[in-house]
């Protein structure tokens, strides 16, 4: 594309000053693709990536569009998630302030009455559907001049049930707005999403350079629920690692898990999930991203929207729900170019569906390397399956390494829908046990280590050339 710059692209001298001063003078792609359309007053369809620097693509025009004397809010961006609304507000502030202009974040686990004040003074309102339902029912503000409106993670709102709301939401808005509909995929339940909301819309999509796209050495660890807080430290307690989230399912296994890292000197681990407050996740997170922790345990509520640099490994503790989940859990490692690792934990009765995930992404060699599911009565065997002598307690999985496949961040393959929210509460079931002699583990106690007794067996190690970017 030859226009190269933001001024080139039409954005205003305040505008351009303001990046200037953060140090952002060049456009990414999709910048350079939507900023003009925007400006010209047209819809749009993007699909992209996160980490593509979308976020500025629909904020620089949009603070460009908005005057300081226009009526209030004058622009909406929805959002499926706090830390997804978070990191827009702050990633536009200062572009706002440029031209005189306001801008406020509307999401549950704050005061609402304060938070209402300051949405109904704000030009721009950066909101999660089911806090900005609250604030209209109670009548804080309208939507009646709301010119602008933007979905950003369309397909995330979707995949946590918030169509019925954002349905109520948009009919609020006035039918000559502008629309700018942001989404990992254009297809399927998204694309007819995008149709309702959108007229003669312009499409771009957008994908990351190749060489921009870091690889994930996928692992797939089948072990018995008994097993996991230890193969868990193993896993951590790697000298090799960095920043690593943890994936569970539920909001007290969340809990819980901490509780049983922090009795283990060196790891450094908080958990972060639906249940904590605004400013305990935000803490959290800014610990993550300072180094003060290692290991961030979340559910899902994390798996978007969150973009923490050098995350070197992700862990599947408890298994996705589906393809997505996978997806986008995996891609917070391997970005910006840098390489990462994916690590899968399998109980016995996830055997299928896990092998399914992997077939569908390109997986199936690492999978089938990784070995048969653990018996139910393997805690009681005195031999292992696949070699690997453990004493002292410190071995790792390990194993082969083999070519794997690299995806993009463009169209995703369909998952099934989730509804009720990220933080689901179906506890991750099984007692299955291990391939391999271990010493059965009593007391109720997840993981006691008792070096040396018994033998693991190593695990497939593939290294995928699965660049599973950011989403």
């Known amino acids: 594309m030859s226009t190269q710059s933001f001024a080139g692209l039409g954005v205003s001298k305040p505008v351009v000053k303001a990046l200037a001063d953060r140090g952002i003078e060049t456009p990414f792609p999709v910048q350079q693709q939507v900023i003009e359309d925007v400006l010209a007053g047209d819809d749009v369809l993007v699909q992209s990536p996160t980490g593509s620097g979308k976020t500025l693509a629909f904020g620089v025009p949009l603070v460009d569009l908005i005057e300081a004397d226009s009526r209030r809010p004058s622009a909406l961006i929805l959002a499926p998630t706090r830390e997804l609304a978070s990191q827009i507000v702050d990633e536009m502030e200062s572009i706002a302030r440029s031209r005189a ?3 406020a974040a509307v999401y549950g686990g704050v005061g609402i009455q304060a938070q209402a004040k300051r949405a109904a003074r704000a030009h721009i309102v950066v909101a999660c559907p089911g806090r900005l339902e609250d604030l209209l029912q109670r009548k804080a503000f309208t939507l009646d001049h709301v010119h602008h ?12 049930g918030f169509k019925p709301s954002v349905d109520r939401i948009v009919k609020k808005t006035p039918r000559d707005r502008q629309t700018l509909f942001f989404s990992a995929t254009l297809e399927g339940a998204a694309g007819k999403l995008a149709a309702d909301y959108t007229c003669q819309a312009r499409t771009h999509v957008t994908r990351p350079k190749p060489e921009h796209v870091g690889k994930i050495e996928h692992r797939f660890i089948h072990l018995s629920h008994q097993d996991k807080v230890e193969t868990l430290l193993d896993e951590l307690e790697n000298s090799e690692r960095g920043r690593t989230l943890v994936f569970v399912r539920t909001k007290h296994g969340a809990d819980r898990l901490v509780k049983k890292l922090s009795k283990r000197s060196g790891i450094r681990a908080a958990a972060m999930h639906g249940n904590k407050s605004q400013n305990q996740r935000q803490r959290a997170l800014a610990d993550f991203e300072d180094g003060r922790i290692d290991t961030l345990v979340a559910t899902d509520v994390a798996a978007r929207g969150i973009d923490v640099a050098e995350v070197t490994h992700v862990i599947h503790y408890d ?10 859990r995996s891609g917070r490692t391997a970005r910006a170019g840098a390489d990462g690792v994916g690590i899968s934990f399998v109980l016995a009765e996830q055997h299928n569906d896990m092998r399914k995930i992997a077939k569908s992404l390109g997986l199936s060699l690492e999978y089938e390397q990784s070995g048969a599911p653990v018996s139910i009565h393997s ?13 002292g ?5 390990g194993g082969g390494r083999s070519g794997g496949h690299r995806q ?7 998952g099934k829908k989730r509804s009720g929210g990220s933080d689901s509460n179906r506890d991750t079931r099984g007692e299955a046990g291990r391939s391999g002699s271990r010493k059965s583990q009593t007391g109720g106690q997840d993981g006691n280590r008792n070096g040396g007794n018994g033998r693991r067996r190593k695990q497939g190690k593939g290294k995928a050339n699965a660049g599973l970017r950011q989403g």
């Not at 298994?319 to 986008?328: A, L, M, Y």
């Not at 065997?381 to 004493?391: A, I, K, M």
């Not at 307690?393 to 999985?397: E, I, T, V, Y």
């Open 319 to 328: 298994v996705p729900e589906d393809q997505d989940t996978f997806v986008h």
């Open 149 to 160: 409106l933007v979905l950003d993670e369309a397909d995330r709102m979707l995949d946590m």
């Open 379 to 391: 805690e009681t065997r005195t031999g292992g399956h696949g070699g690997g002598n453990r004493s």
């Open 393 to 397: 307690g410190g071995g790792r999985p």
């Open 101 to 103: 202009l306001s801008i």
């Open 408 to 414: 993009g961040g463009g169209s995703r393959p369909g």
